[in-house]
């Protein structure tokens, strides 16, 4: 048994050779890792194959009241690194273990090898999943295994409550920005690849026309800087997690932006940036706004590819795509707050 933190630091490399030879095991050269998506996909022997000479002997103790507890690594017959730990679930399908940890291991370019769900593991002990993973060796320490498994334990914990921008924020700056590939773009997620260039006028215009579109809709919304998105016959989908410089990710500069160009001022507004990786994130959420504020008008527009800075613009979302808002629509909503005004006045 080994603490964690004496050996946080210790790359994976570093790590295969200290362990093989503690068991006086040969180092052939290493292998690249499989591709395939599940262990629905990798045969039984290759599975044995894979796990042959793991005697999960050097384990490392977290000591942090954070699941996994312990975390063994040990290096097989071929030379390739193998890490198990024992992830508390009550959930006991194996298609959903596979669906919840799919991004993550794909992500840190790991394979699930094999798992066991435990309905009885021991005393005090919680049912859960035994695991297999095997490791790549590039880019990687051993505190990074530790932030797998930890990522892995809440994506099997999380509750299966429906995702909306308050959980998408949550991923995306949690450690976990992989999860929310996948996810289809929609009235209230829109993802860029890219960060807005704030020193050129028509991006002030459009990332201030991007937000309000979610302040003009009723549920509000989040915009992510860091991800891309692909086409497919239902819309667009979050395929790629691409982060973005820290240079374009300066919170204060979006929200000085904002300020300057939405009115009314957007109530909540919550702007977030965090390091995930080799880069950025940045979010901008949008909560359900007040239906006397709106709609929401933006100083400036873009007519016929020329910035029209004198102009007020006045969009929504629907969807993936956003769609002006038209004269009867924005006199409803003028009146709508007119007859509420007076309404409240009359009350007092």
């Known amino acids: 048994m080994y603490e964690y933190e004496e050996c946080a630091g210790i790359s994976l490399p570093a790590l295969r050779r200290a362990i093989a030879k503690l068991e006086g095991k040969k180092i052939p050269p290493f ?3 499989p591709k395939d998506r599940d262990l629905e996909s990798v045969s039984r022997r290759n599975a044995d194959s894979l796990l042959a ?11 942090e009241n954070i699941r996994p507890e312990f975390i063994t690594v040990d290096v097989n017959d071929r030379g390739d690194l193998i890490t198990s730990f024992f992830i508390p679930c009550d959930a006991d399908e194996p298609s959903f273990l596979v669906e919840m940890t799919y991004p993550h291991l794909e992500f840190q370019g790991a394979h699930l090898v094999r798992y066991r769900y435990w309905d009885d593991p021991g005393p005090k002990v ?3 999943w035994d695991v297999d993973i095997l490791l790549p060796l590039r880019r990687m320490s051993l505190s990074d295994i530790r932030a797998l498994a930890v990522v892995l334990v809440e994506a099997l914990s999380r509750p299966d409550t429906p995702m909306g921008p308050e959980a998408v924020q949550g991923l995306c700056h949690g450690g976990a920005p992989e999860s929310l590939i996948g996810l289809e773009e929609s009235d209230w997620l829109e993802v860029k690849s890219q960060g807005y260039d704030l020193n050129a006028v028509e991006n002030r215009i459009e990332l201030a026309q991007d937000v309000s579109r979610f302040a003009n809709c009723e549920q509000g919304g989040i915009l992510v800087l860091g991800y891309r998105a692909k086409k497919n016959r ?3 989908t979050v395929s790629k997690f691409t982060p973005i410089r820290e240079e374009v990710a300066q919170v204060s500069r979006y929200r000085s932006t904002i300020d300057a160009r939405v009115f009314p001022p957007i ?4 702007i977030q940036a965090s390091q995930q990786g080799a880069g ?4 901008i959420l949008v909560p359900p706004q007040a239906e006397e504020n709106k709609p929401f008008l933006v100083h400036g527009a873009i007519v016929g590819g020329k910035v029209e800075g004198a102009f007020i613009s006045i969009v929504r979302r629907r969807g993936e795509a956003s769609i002006p808002i038209t004269g009867p629509a924005i006199h409803t909503m003028l009146t709508t707050g007119r007859a509420l005004l007076r309404s409240r ?3 007092k």
Do not use: I, Q, Y
């Open 126 to 128: 919680p049912p859960g």
């Open 345 to 347: 006045a009359d009350e």
């Open 280 to 283: 950025w994130v940045l979010s």
């Open 53 to 63: 000479g793991v005697t999960n002997n050097v384990t490392f103790c977290m000591r």
């Open 234 to 236: 239902h819309g667009e």
């Open 267 to 270: 109530d909540g507004l919550k």
């Open 31 to 33: 292998r690249s890792t």
